[in-house]
């Protein structure tokens, strides 16, 4: 009997939908999932007559396999894929490999890495984009882990993730250990990022400019067609055309309080822990936060006042002006995530490939858009690029959408309406091309009250001083370390 080139672990939507995609391109897969009954639904259902066996134990699994074994795990992140590796090890042979294709924390993936190749075995971390529709007609991946396991892999991955206009699969790898992981979480944050600016756009048209669902969709549906073309401008100008069946707009039934799974704050912490400014999807994650408080929100607007909205100038320019906010703030968004992959990339070793990783999201993801082109061009043009702002399309973008991007936040904080992300996008971009900012006092006060030292304007970088400014404080200076 034929042996299965791939087996997978759990029948969830994303787990069946990828045996799908892996059958339709050729490949035979063996399934399992803890609960049999799953296992046999499937089978019986979707998968029946095609290239895809049952199994009821993970002996049975691993036994069905080619050599190396690839056993893929679409299971919830955590404990449980600890568990799982657990099980697997003692079951497969030297050189096969372990795939974990779940939004899993990049140190963890960096951790079982270094556990499974310890134990003679290969391991993949892979962030999967594109949801349900992806998984099934041909996701983004994001793969890292163990470079030997690559070649193996690569068949697999590269028939079934999407492509872009001239075939290039999006999938490539993308580093040593956690790094496909990281990528994948950085994938997420500016996800955070684009779908609140959106809402940002979507809240001033309706709040400020007084339109209706269907005047907004016909903007969106425009917005489309031009610079912004992008799965989530393509999914909001379809979300605002549905009717309820009342006939009604059935985004406004919808409870405003949004979920979260975790990928956002990781990116946030991780944007701490490397001392970079990723401000705007910061605000997006803590803008979700804010939107959770609904009771206390309601409680608090029947209390605290504001300026009631009221727009007087040209709608269509202002719509335009929307535009531009959206468009340049999402560029900050991207130029902040790529800041931080950088800094990673430093701190952990990896080699990323910056325009490979925008060609990666060029298809099949969430974020997927028409202007991650540019970004490639960007980094193929000039790969040891600090800042996606300096680059000469970006830099010419921006001085285009400015003066819009600053009506825009301007109206909006007269008026009352919260822009958290693209104030947050308008204040980077104010500070980054800042050649001055008010540091200098910061570090007077550092080292008024803690002796933290500073450097001079007049003397050489990494000479540091202390004032005595009260006279009573004495010439003991705190030593130097950043937290």
């Given amino acids: 009997m034929k042996k299965s080139d791939i087996g997978l672990i759990g029948l969830a939507v994303m787990g069946e939908n990828l045996v799908m995609n892996m059958e339709s391109k ?8 803890r609960t049999a009954e799953k296992v046999e639904k499937f089978i019986n259902g979707r998968a029946k007559g095609k290239n895809i066996v049952g199994a009821y134990s993970l002996e049975e699994l691993v036994s069905t396999l080619e050599k190396p074994r690839k056993v893929m795990m679409m299971i919830k992140a955590g404990q449980a894929v600890d568990d799982m590796i657990n099980q697997l090890v003692p079951l497969l ?8 294709g779940g939004n899993s ?14 134990k003679g075995l290969l391991y993949i971390g892979t962030g999967v984009s594109g949801g349900e529709e992806g998984a099934l007609k041909g996701p983004s991946m994001m793969p890292g882990g163990s470079p030997a396991a690559w070649e193996s892999v690569k068949p697999i991955f590269q028939s079934i993730c999407a492509k872009v206009e001239d075939g290039t699969p999006c999938c490539d790898w993308v580093g040593e250990n956690g790094a496909g992981h990281f990528v994948k979480m950085v994938h997420n944050g500016i996800e955070y990022g684009d779908m609140q600016l959106i809402c940002e756009a979507y809240q001033l048209m309706r709040d400020l400019l007084g339109m209706s669902a269907d005047e907004m969709h016909e903007v969106f549906a425009k917005w489309n067609t031009e610079e912004l073309d992008s799965y989530l401008i393509e ?3 379809d979300i605002l055309a549905y009717k309820d069946e009342d006939g009604k707009p059935i985004v406004d039934k919808i409870l405003d309080t949004a979920g979260q799974k975790g990928t956002g704050k990781w990116t946030g912490i991780a944007a701490l822990d490397e001392g970079i400014p990723l401000t705007l999807i910061g605000e997006a994650v803590f803008s979700r936060c804010l939107s959770a408080m ?3 929100r309601v409680g608090a607007s029947k209390v605290l006042s504001g300026p009631a909205p009221v727009f007087e100038g040209d709608k269509a320019k202002f719509i335009d002006d929307i535009k531009n906010a959206l468009f340049a703030s999402k560029i900050v968004s991207y130029a902040q995530g790529y800041t931080l992959m950088r800094s990673a990339a430093k701190t952990y070793g990896w080699n990323l490939n910056y325009g490979g990783i925008a060609l990666m999201w060029r298809g099949g993801c969430i974020i997927r858009s028409v202007f991650l082109g540019k970004i490639k061009e960007a980094y193929d043009n000039n790969p040891a690029l600090t800042n996606l702002l300096l680059d000469p399309y970006f830099k010419g973008v921006m001085d285009t959408a400015q003066a819009g991007w600053r009506r825009v936040c301007a109206a909006a904080l007269t008026n009352g309406i919260p822009l958290p992300a693209m104030t947050a996008a308008l204040g980077y971009y104010d500070g980054y091309r800042c050649e001055n900012l008010p540091a200098n006092l910061l570090q007077a006060q550092r080292d008024y009250f803690g002796a933290h030292t500073y450097e001079r304007t ?8 202390h004032t005595n400014w009260t006279g009573e404080g004495g010439n003991t200076a705190a030593t130097q370390y950043n937290a």
């Fill in 105 to 118: 924390h990049f140190p963890d993936t960096a951790r079982r890495t270094a556990f499974v190749e310890s």
């Fill in 458 to 465: 007049d003397r050489p970088r990494g000479e540091f001083f």
């Fill in 294 to 296: 609904k009771e206390e």
């Fill in 235 to 237: 999914i909001t100008r």
């Fill in 26 to 33: 050729g490949f035979t897969v063996t399934v399992y999932n």
């Fill in 93 to 100: 042979e030297e050189g096969d490999i372990i795939i974990d």
